[in-house]
């Protein structure tokens, strides 16, 4: 599985766009890019996911440039409840569906008011 | 999408006993995996589980140490057992969607 590298921590203010960015050098041909997003005491929640170029929901967008060694959710003007935890995870689907089951050490985002 | 809860939220349970998890999700899977998340630390994969076979365990997990059952496709517990304060850590079940998993809540498990 590829490893990824974020950011342990980020600040932001009150209605301001964050972008965060994970480093993936070794994704294969065949991985997909997931992000999750936990707050404390419950368990992650999906949040988007990508193969190349832009994806975009009702909460973030996801960036993913040509050669897919990086990655950067985008969340759009950041209110105090976007505090948490964002995991960025990569690999491909396993013969019954399941995407990604490792995850890193995560981005702390503190969103201040 | 799938719901899932799980019992007991949380514990505070001796050293040297046990306590068992339990999952259930409102709808049928296949596979559901059990996490550890150490205070302060990301999610590190036991175990996954598909009914009717035995669980699959990740490196430096055992199934003496963490039994695992899948008696049917809605449901499955994890027992760690012989416990020490180094197993103080939320546990949390998972099942797969079409591009992402949905977690429970967790249990938070306390051993003193």
């Known amino acids: 599985l590829a490893k990824t590298t974020q950011p342990i921590s980020m600040d932001s203010y009150e209605g301001q766009e964050v972008n965060i960015t994970c480093s993936h050098n070794?994704?294969?041909?065949?991985?997909?890019i997931t992000w999750y997003q936990q707050f404390p005491s419950q368990g992650p929640r999906f949040i988007i996911q990508g193969y190349k170029t832009k994806v975009t929901n009702e909460v973030a967008s996801l960036f993913i440039p040509a050669d897919r060694k990086s990655s950067t959710l985008s969340l759009p003007r950041v209110s105090l409840s976007d505090t948490a935890v964002y995991y960025c995870l990569v690999g491909a689907p396993s013969g019954a569906g399941s995407y990604q089951l490792t995850f890193g050490k995560g981005t702390k985002l503190s969103v201040i008011p | 999408s799938a719901v899932i809860s799980q019992k007991p939220s949380r514990d505070i349970c001796q050293r040297g006993t046990s306590l068992t998890i339990q999952c259930q999700v409102d709808s049928q899977v296949t596979m559901m995996f059990w996490y550890r998340q150490q205070p302060g630390q990301s999610l590190t994969l036991i175990a996954t589980a598909n009914q009717g076979s035995e669980a699959t365990y990740e490196s430096g997990f055992v199934i003496d140490k963490f039994p695992i059952s899948r008696p049917n496709l809605t449901f499955s517990t994890l027992t760690v057992s012989n416990l020490s304060p180094e197993d103080s850590s939320i546990y949390l079940c998972?099942?797969?969607?079409?591009?992402?998993?949905?977690f429970g809540p967790g249990t938070r498990l306390t051993v003193t």
């Open positions: 070794n994704i294969a041909t065949n991985d997909y």
């Open positions: 998972s099942v797969e969607g079409v591009y992402e998993q949905y």
